[in-house]
């Protein structure tokens, strides 16, 4: 129930136990919406009294009680779900509406180890495509999350029994700087190529099954050359970094689709690594497949990016220095 008045704005909350949640440890959810927007929040017993401007204050008041619902349905409230709820357009259904994803219901893929969200529309729109699409792109800078709801939503299809293997690729293609020799078998020389494709696995499946799975060959990360002569079927497939695939590689890579198969191509246009001169594989792919039906094409900006805030502006600083003449 909420009361407002010009200066201040009340919530109450029924339950004590999820508002202690809600605030926070040491408060450290209600500052974060202060700081964003340029408000301030006392509790008084089980109510919150926000002052601010009018507009901020409902924007407050509504970015509380959509995280005091997740409260409600067993869920917890981290930075990033803070994020998402001043990011995302609200969804047009009823707080207790546990609607399958296509009929308009929240945007969720369930993992072993937790629960991902998309934290903007972009990404939303992106894993829906994931879903229904056997071919999607995802196209923009880093840190907007392309590949890791990719590998999100691969973990999610392997346990759900909709593939039978996970196979992460990407181009060994040096960042700029040439690395040497490096010692140890072939496994030993491309994995820090490849230990980004690690990371996103960690995150979402227990160590123990996942070694077992790469084991076993059911999770298989390798350089995208190692892709040539194969036919991938019953498999979740994403190729990495497909900016530095050249046309040949992409166009190789592309036709390994086999039956029951999911392909996702993540890339971002402002960091190729290729020789000059070569032109990378992801804008001949862009060009040549954007109007075949069941291909989708997601873009992102800076806008999405979800890692550090200056992440963002570091980004932007750079597009609008790449534009001016």
């Avoid at 999607?136 to 392997?158: E, S």
Wanted: aromatic share 6%.
């Amino acid at each position: 129930m909420t009361t407002d008045t010009l200066s201040e704005a009340l919530v109450e909350f029924p339950d004590n136990r999820l508002l202690i949640d809600l605030c926070g440890e040491y408060d450290r959810n209600l500052t974060e919406i202060e700081s964003r927007l340029g408000v301030q929040i006392l509790r008084r017993g089980n109510q919150l009294a926000i002052h601010g401007e009018p507009d901020a204050q409902t924007e407050a008041r509504d970015v509380l009680m959509a995280l005091y619902q997740r409260l409600e349905q067993g869920r917890s409230v981290a930075p990033g779900d803070i994020d998402r709820e001043f990011r995302m357009a609200p969804d047009d259904i009823g707080p207790d509406a546990q609607i399958e994803m296509f009929e308009g219901g929240p945007v969720e893929i369930k993992t072993r180890k937790k629960l991902v969200e998309p934290r903007t529309d972009a990404q939303k729109a992106y894993v829906r495509s994931l879903f229904e699409n056997e071919l999607a792109f995802g196209i923009g800078p880093a840190g907007t999350g392309k590949t890791y709801l990719a590998v999100a939503v691969g973990v999610n299809m392997f346990i759900t029994g909709q593939v039978d293997k996970i196979i992460l690729s990407r181009p060994a293609v040096e960042a700029g700087e040439k690395l040497g020799y490096l010692p140890g078998d072939m496994k030993d020389k491309v994995d820090p190529y490849m230990q980004p494709l690690y990371d996103a696995l960690n995150d979402f499946l227990p160590g123990k099954q996942l070694a077992r799975m790469i084991e076993e060959k059911t999770v298989e990360i390798a350089p995208l050359a190692f892709m040539r002569g194969r036919t991938l079927s019953n498999a979740f497939v994403v190729l990495d970094e497909a900016q530095n695939a050249t046309s040949m590689q992409m166009k190789m890579f592309l036709t390994r689709l086999g039956e029951g198969s999911r392909m996702v191509i993540t890339g971002d246009r402002t960091q190729i690594d290729l020789p000059r001169g070569v032109a990378s594989g992801l804008a001949d792919a862009e060009r040549l497949l954007k109007s075949i039906p069941k291909i989708s094409f997601n873009y992102f900006t800076a806008k999405d990016v979800v890692r550090h805030p200056l992440v963002a502006a570091i980004i932007e600083a750079y597009e609008k220095d790449a534009e001016t003449p």
